[in-house]
């Protein structure tokens, strides 16, 4: 289904359910994410849509030839940066941090309509990955998948050592069409993998699952650009748009707390996500449970825990910031020893399988959202399948 983004903003944002749910008039009284840059690496952005006009900071990518063309030729970017930060003008999408500001990257895409040239300016995953972690963007979202490599690898472990939130989309391979293998960048240590749930709070029989995920948000049933004319949204679904919404709300809490660092901002996501099961247990197909910023924006006196201790130390294989101020003095944190140790890397129904998992006493398969004076039960996918304990291994 297709409507006009200048129909009204009641066409497009009123497919926005989670704007409502998730109380953002009440959270954008303390944060709307100014102040916050989000490097958006995806197919490029349309800076010029409604929605993201002067939200998007063309001139902020790096000059190289390789990285300067951020034009959008699959639109799927576009949506994504509306998501996260646009401003919902003329009716456009709204997006969750309306201050924040987009630094946008291309990289190849299934789709993508461009010349030979065009496919020349674009870089690798990795090499945006580098650039932007060179910036002073604050969180790269990445709502793409497929890229295996070890340039890769060792890009995201140099953004982790800069200090920035990567998070990633852990793919749509789910029950619903896939075996459920987890996606890469999401497969990574130092990214936070994103899944998604639907109006219902139910995780989506599309999402994949396995001990990748790390969170949950809303990614099904609201538009994105329906094709690169940018004239229309249609219904649009996915891990993608997920990952965006999750970016966001990272947005929003770094905004409202400018001296924390990205420790402390994911911890402060993990331990107010809503779950039902214990916090160091989680979820194969809910992580840690749905994303919920407002639970830190209303709490002055919220405790996000140590600046240089990782929270997902132990899924990571240690604490990098700390392990690189040992090495040099050059990362921008401050840093201490990790305070978890480090173990072996395995995998369950991810994109390579080694090692072995231990069953998690916890097989619950509802998580109770409270998202204000109502509450929602979460119902993830495949009852009674054990919930995994190892969980970032590949």
Not at 127 to 140: G, S
Not at 172 to 199: C, H, L, R
Not at 301 to 320: F, Q
Request: with cysteine; charged share 15%; net charge positive.
């Amino acid at each position: 289904m297709g409507f006009a983004p200048n129909a009204g903003a009641a066409d497009a944002q009123s497919k926005q359910w989670y704007l409502d749910e998730m109380q953002v008039h009440q959270m954008w009284k303390v944060s709307t994410g100014k102040g916050v840059k989000v490097a958006v690496i995806d197919s490029g952005v349309n800076p010029n849509t409604p929605s993201l006009k002067g939200q998007v900071l063309v001139d902020e990518v790096p000059k190289a030839v390789s990285y300067h063309s951020t034009v959008d030729y699959v639109g799927h970017g576009t949506t994504m940066a509306e998501l996260i930060a646009g401003t919902g003008s003329d009716g456009g999408l709204q997006g969750l941090a309306p201050g924040a500001k987009i630094v946008p990257y291309r990289v190849s895409f299934t789709g993508m309509k461009a010349s030979a040239a065009e496919k020349k300016k674009t870089p690798k995953p990795w090499q945006a990955i580098r650039a932007a972690a060179d910036t002073d963007a604050k969180i790269i979202s990445m709502s793409f998948g497929g890229f295996v490599s070890p340039p890769e690898e060792e890009a995201i472990k140099y953004a982790a050592s800069k200090g920035k939130l990567m998070v990633a989309a852990v793919g749509n391979a789910g029950t619903g069409k896939g075996t459920g293998n987890i996606d890469y960048p999401a497969g990574y240590p130092y990214v936070v993998g994103i899944a998604a749930v639907n109006s219902s709070f139910a995780v989506t029989k599309f999402s994949s699952y396995g001990n990748y995920v790390d969170l949950v948000a809303p990614g099904d049933g609201f538009p994105g650009w329906c094709d690169t004319t940018f004239r229309s949204y249609c219904d649009k679904a996915g891990t993608s748009p997920a990952t965006a919404i999750a970016a966001a709300s990272a947005a929003l809490i770094w905004s409202a707390h400018p001296n924390w660092t990205v420790n402390q901002v994911t911890r402060s996501l993990i331990d107010t996500a809503s779950r039902t099961w214990a916090e160091n247990d989680p979820s194969k197909y809910a992580g840690y449970g749905f994303v919920r910023p407002r639970e830190v924006l209303e709490n002055a006196k919220y405790d996000a825990g140590a600046a240089n201790v990782d929270p997902l130390a132990k899924e990571n294989g240690g604490n990098l910031l700390a392990k690189s101020a040992s090495s040099s003095s050059a990362t921008s944190n401050p840093s201490a020893s990790a305070t978890s140790e480090a173990r072996q890397k395995t995998s369950t129904g991810g994109t390579s399988a080694a090692g072995s998992s231990a069953e998690s006493s916890n097989n619950s398969n509802t998580l109770w959202i409270a998202l204000g004076g109502a509450a929602a039960v979460l119902v993830i996918g495949g009852a009674g399948v054990a919930v995994m304990r190892a969980r970032r291994a590949r």
